[in-house]
């Protein structure tokens, strides 16, 4: 099985489970689907690690990123911070890219190149790739967009 039906099957049985526990009832078949959901899960990060070795490096800094992005909700003040929020805010429509120039006039502080720099590149010491630069085009990076959304819930819900 390919991998985007694993990603399938795993959110079916998650949003399977979730729809359970909020009912209040049938909580044995929430547990079934949320183990379900797990063993899905780690068939995924094999078929990962088969098909792309290289990817190892990927899966961890997902992990990093989401990791992080938890603890950047609850620091406005961190630059890190400050950089996503900024990106989020101009890239509110979608309808225009987002320059690296328009970022940082944006973000306005002297140390954006060196923070920005690390949030684009997989290192062992950055701060997590959360951003694909093509050209002067930038963009999530595909693989974290789904934690850069909780991040954008979590910070619009304060």
Known sequence: M?????????RAFL???AFQVSAGNELPDAHRN???ALVSLEEMERMFKTENPAGNDELQEVS?????????AKRPEQMNTKILKAFLALSIDGQQPVTESQLKAEVGEANFDINFVQM????EKNHGKVFEVTGDKITIWPPVSAAVEEFRRAVVAR
């Not at 990093?64 to 950047?72: C, G, N, P």
């Not at 684009?120 to 290192?123: M, S």
């Open 64 to 72: 990093k990123v989401s990791r992080r992005l938890k603890l950047w």
């Open 120 to 123: 684009k590149n997989i290192a």
């Open 2 to 10: 390919e991998l985007q039906k694993k990603i399938e099957q795993a």
């Open 15 to 17: 949003e399977a489970a």
């Open 34 to 36: 949320i183990v379900k």
